[in-house]
T-cell receptor
């Protein structure tokens, strides 16, 4: 079984809808991250969490919110989806901070019409 | 601020060598390198800590010059399996910021 899973893997939605992307991990890591990937822009950090009570904004948090329900679960919400939020979204985990390997989930491809 | 990677894209024939560069305007604590194949998640290659170390496994190695705030990834005798997009990630304040990637294609 995969260590980091994301659901759904693909989602098509309409402008204005609320969407939740979920991430679960079995690695026992405290640190979890949400990234957005657009062609030519690499991976941009949306939110990150160092533990259940510690959640921080990344580079592009506007229009997004997160919830860390447990050590193993970290959800990303788009309160009112807009077309320029169409992208590939990755969740990642790490045991420690910046000097530790990040393990990525398989990604969620989101299309907002 | 995102680190800058160069080149943006490169095409190699099997057996050729390549160098991918990553530079930052900020002082760095560490540099990460990841490879992403089309439609897949990024996969960790290596982390270099400040101290000017070099690392490598198989025929892929990297160097980190903290004074110049630069890192380079060296791919030697490239194989078809090396194709993908390579990202560097630079660490400051326990957060990693990824570059825009270098697309590498190895052809027979």
């Amino acid at each position: 079984d995969a260590d980091v899973t994301q659901t759904p893997r693909n989602r098509i939605t309409k402008t204005g809808k609320r969407i939740m992307l979920e991430c679960s991990q079995t690695k026992g890591h405290d640190r979890m991250y949400w990234y957005r990937q657009d062609p030519g822009l690499g991976l941009q950090l949306i939110y990150y969490s160092f533990d259940v009570k510690d959640i921080n904004k990344g580079e592009i948090s506007d229009g997004y919110s997160v919830s860390r329900q447990a050590q193993a679960k970290f959800s990303l919400s788009l309160e009112s989806a807009i077309p320029n939020q169409t992208a590939l979204y990755f969740c990642a985990t790490s045991e420690q901070g910046g000097t530790d390997t990040q393990y990525f989930g398989p990604g969620t491809r989101l299309t907002v019409l | 601020q995102q680190p800058v990677q160069s080149p943006q894209a490169v095409i190699l024939r099997e057996g050729e060598d390549a160098v991918i560069n990553c530079s930052s305007s900020k002082a760095l604590y560490s540099v990460h390198w990841y490879r992403q194949k089309h439609g897949e998640a990024p996969v960790f290659l290596m982390i270099l800590l400040k101290g000017g170390e070099q690392k490598g496994h198989d025929k892929i190695s990297a160097s980190f010059n903290e004074k110049k705030q630069q890192s380079s990834l060296y791919l030697t005798a490239s194989q078809l399996s090396y194709s993908g997009t390579y990202f560097c990630g630079t660490e400051t304040h326990q957060k990693v910021t990824f570059g825009t990637g270098t697309k590498l294609q190895v052809i027979p």
